[in-house]
């Protein structure tokens, strides 16, 4: 097959190159923004191409010390990398005696141990993932870094044993260099390998090399990425006479790698060296390596990396998109149990999105610190640790998203035929779903622009906002969700703050001081209390109802509805007829955090499944209490999931026409346990927020006319841009909003009709306030004409006896 394929015109054999690729890889470029590391140069190899290695009397030092490794890690995370590449020679300390004694000195015994340990302080102290690059090593050698680097990598150049250019060179032997690639797949190791392209080599021997890499493959799994590389002479090698890699041959290279090797392994071509890098597309590559905006390409550093804008720029050229990835791809992401050690695995989590790609906002990520509490009262006030991050997270008030509206727009593949079919009228299925959530670059502005353009045709150019408070009457729940950082244990003074009660008469106040401020709709959601039963959540509705009888009460989870009635002993259907009696108008979609039970077994494992959320709320809609749709997403969930959530939600919503809106939570991580714990991401991306709001309009499209922005967790520059993505609704001014906050939330509490308009009018959009079942509140009468100030008898009620609760725990 191998020799037929070579016999092919160029043309045609990149030509089926590419359509593997388009197959396996869709439209998407990948690339990884890293730093270089080069440990040492020294090296006992003596290959007739290589600049890299250097003699003792040319260097400084023979190693990088540790102080000059992490200034150097720590430049890269600054920057926005997510890879430290360790470049090295190969056993230095078996030919130089500087080597020896430099390690010897300082209590190692080998440049892989020294290794071994430099990975381990750029992983810990700067959160970049380490990509060792040592060579051709033993079993043990390998064992030992993948406790420290997720990745590792040995070029396998050539299997030709008589090159000129590999003598002198004991670690260039076919038998060390496949070996290792051996013992790298039976360590479950994901493993970075290659071919050079030029250094005397034959068709032939090409051949070889590519169908021995993917025979290991085969066996093994491990081989995450092919890099094909062109030979280049330097001044200073012995080859510096050699003419360079023939453009022709080495793109034949490129595509006969694409396909011959399995077309789930990605195939990489470094774009500095090649004039025409984005020609390299045509032959079938989907990823450009490492690109560095810090450090040079130390093994070819007369040919500098292209500003990432370039790389940007060429490959949108050529109408595919460029998305960052980190030294492991998502394929390995995604099963860290097999290709991780536990070490690595949070580290890896850390800067990955839901894809399992890399983290694509711009600017700094560093590792958290601890989180220390305020005094916190309230259970809200936290102390963020992270001040030297620079990037946007959901709930960080200090850096500003990207404009991703404000780029180019164009789509291409499979998001060109969704959008299309979109627009031709075709309902979106789960597929076409995950297909719309992996939009990058010019395709966020598309799918964008088409979200916005059912927003304009469902509810015009009019954004809405409902004046309301947030009443969280208690942080203490019997439940354990894992993301929570504002529910406490019973009694318990050692969580974040202190555990509190609000009476019914604390209540009663906050409702009538919300009425008098103009609000028409209190909030009501809090934590699960042992000494609540059923009854607690209707004396709160009379409550309420007493004092303010127009409030719109807006409350109660499925959790708290289904708890109610479980510890009643009564139907659905029957306890919310009778909270509905008791003055609840609608419920709030929370608790669904990801309507999909593998999640929530992670996430609330003693919390309601996704089929006893569906029935909580399609029993209250069957009673006339209408509620809306929550997602909190960028925890541990992948796009997938998201699918589920709104196929099924979307399903419900045919049969009842229940839901009002659409309401994206992006998961808050800062003060959140199961972060804390190194149990999650940190949060969604920017522009995963972003289309969780436009892709909710288009899959909802008929069914759900509001998409809702959080601008407590997403902030205010962020809510504007989503504005033009499809939502069309602010939500409430969340006087008192505590949930967020005690997550770790900094954008405030509290907008005013002003701070509204300031979001709305720059986008072109008028501001209307709304009541909580959309309708407009102009004209409508005030609920503060009828406040009734509490009786004794009102004031006075409680559920459960003062000494077991209190207004204060």
């Known amino acids: 097959m191998s020799q037929a394929l070579a016999a092919l015109p160029l043309a045609e054999l990149a030509e089926r190159a590419a359509e593997v690729r388009d197959r396996s890889f869709g439209t998407r470029v990948t690339y990884s923004p890293k730093v270089f590391i080069p440990l040492t140069m020294l090296c006992r190899d003596k290959c007739g191409y290589c600049t890299f290695a250097q003699p003792p009397a040319r260097l400084d030092s023979p190693y990088l010390t540790p102080e000059q490794v992490l200034e150097i890690a720590t430049s890269g995370a600054r920057a926005g990398c997510h890879e430290a590449l360790f470049t090295l020679g190969e056993r230095p300390e078996l030919r130089y005696p500087a080597a020896a004694d430099w390690l010897a000195a300082r209590g190692w015994d080998s440049t892989v141990h020294y290794l071994v340990e430099m990975c381990r302080l750029v992983r810990d102290e700067t959160g970049l993932l380490p990509h060792a690059n040592p060579g051709a090593l033993a079993a043990d050698e390998l064992a030992a870094l993948r406790e420290v680097a997720p990745s590792q990598g040995m070029m396998l150049e050539s299997l030709n044993p008589h090159l000129d250019c590999h003598r002198g060179s004991p670690d260039k032997t076919p038998t060390r260099r496949l070996a290792t690639l051996e013992a790298a797949g039976e360590l479950s190791i994901p493993y970075t390998t290659g071919i050079l392209v030029g250094i005397g080599e034959s068709l032939d021997d090409r051949l070889v090399a590519i169908e021995a890499i993917a025979a290991s493959h ?88 292209p500003a990432l804008d370039r790389l940007r720029d060429v490959t949108e050229e050529r109408q595919f998109t460029l998305a960052p990835r980190l030294t492991i791809y998502p394929e390995y992401v995604h099963r860290p149990e097999r290709w991780l050690a536990e070490a690595n695995r949070f580290a890896v989590m850390d800067r990955s999105d839901a894809e399992g790609l890399g983290r694509d906002d711009p600017g700094a990520q560093m590792p958290e610190r601890t989180m220390e509490n305020l005094q916190a009262g309230s259970g809200a006030d936290v102390l963020a640790a992270d001040e030297n991050s620079t990037q946007w997270y959901s709930g960080g008030a200090g850096h ?162 289904i708890e109610g009635a479980k510890r009643l002993g009564e139907s659905l259907v029957d306890y919310l ?75 419900l919503q045919q049969r009842t026409g229940g839901f009002t809106e659409w309401v994206p939570l992006p998961f808050v ?16 991306t920017f522009r995963e927020t972003l289309l969780m709001h436009a892709v909710p309009r288009i899959a909802y499209r008929g069914l759900i006319d509001n998409v809702q922005v959080s601008w407590v967790k997403i902030g205010l520059q962020g809510a504007q841009q989503i504005l033009r993505a499809g939502a069309n609704d602010l939500g409430g001014t969340l006087m008192d909003e505590n949930i967020s906050r005690a997550a770790g939330a900094q954008h405030g ?27 407009p509140a102009d004209g409508a009468p005030a609920v503060a004409s009828r406040v009734l100030r509490p009786t004794d008898n009102a004031t006075d009620r409680k559920l459960i006896p003062l000494e077991s609760l209190g207004t204060r725990v």
């Not at 209390?529 to 059923?534: I, L, N, Q, R, V």
């Not at 419920?587 to 494992?605: F, K, Y």
């Not at 909190?632 to 998201?642: A, D, I, L, R």
């Not at 991580?669 to 190194?678: D, G, N, T, V």
């Open 218 to 305: 085969a066996r093994w799994g491990h081989v995450q990425e092919v890099i094909v590389q062109n030979f280049l002479p330097k001044a200073g090698t012995s080859m510096h006479n050699m003419p360079a890699c023939p453009p022709d041959e080495y793109a034949q290279a490129i595509a006969l790698a694409r396909l011959l090797l399995p077309p789930e392994v990605h195939l990489q071509a470094p774009p500095n060296l090649s004039d025409d890098f984005g020609g390299l597309l045509s032959c079938g590559i989907d990823d450009w390596g490492g690109v560095s905006p810090v450090t040079a390409d130390h093994v070819n550093p007369e040919r500098p990396w």
């Open 749 to 775: 509490q509290g907008l005013t009709e002003q701070d509204f308009r300031h979001l709305a009018e720059p986008v072109g959009r008028r501001l209307r306030q709304r009541l909580t079942g959309y309708q």
């Open 577 to 651: 007829m009778r909270l509905k009696e008791a003055g609840l108008k609608s419920l709030p979609g929370t608790a669904a955090e990801i309507l999909d039970d593998s999640v929530r077994a992670v996430l609330c494992p003693d919390k309601i499944s996704t089929a006893e959320w569906l029935e909580c709320h399609e029993a209250a809609h069957a009673v006339g209490l209408h509620s809306n749709i929550t997602i909190m997403f960028g925890s541990v969930e992948h796009p997938k999931h998201w699918a589920n959530h709104i196929v099924a939600t979307r399903e």
């Open 669 to 684: 991580h800062m003060a959140s346990p199961i972060y804390l714990r190194k149990g999650a991401r940190r949060g969604p």
């Open 400 to 561: 500003l998203p990207t404009d991703l509206m404000g780029g180019p727009s164009f789509a291409h593949g499979a998001v060109r035929e969704v959008l299309d079919g979109v627009m031709a009228g075709e309902r979106v299925g789960h597929e076409e779903i995950v297909t719309l959530f992996g939009a990058r670059g010019p395709e966020v502005v598309a799918v964008g622009e088409v979200a916005d353009e059912l927003r304009r045709e469902a509810v015009g150019d009019v954004v809405t906002w409902v004046y309301n408070r947030n009443i969280n009457y208690t942080n203490v729940c019997t439940f354990k969700c894992k993301f929570c950082g504002f529910s406490k244990g019973p009694l318990s003074l050692n969580l974040r703050g202190t555990p509190y009660m609000l009476s019914l008469a604390d209540i009663q106040e906050r409702v009538i001081e919300a009425a008098e401020l103009g609000a028409t709709e209190v909030t009501l959601q809090g934590g699960i209390h042992p000494s609540f039963d059923g009854d607690y959540y209707i004396d709160v509705c009379r409550a309420i109802h007493e004092v303010v009888p127009d409030m719109h009460l807006h409350g109660f989870t499925a959790l708290e509805v």
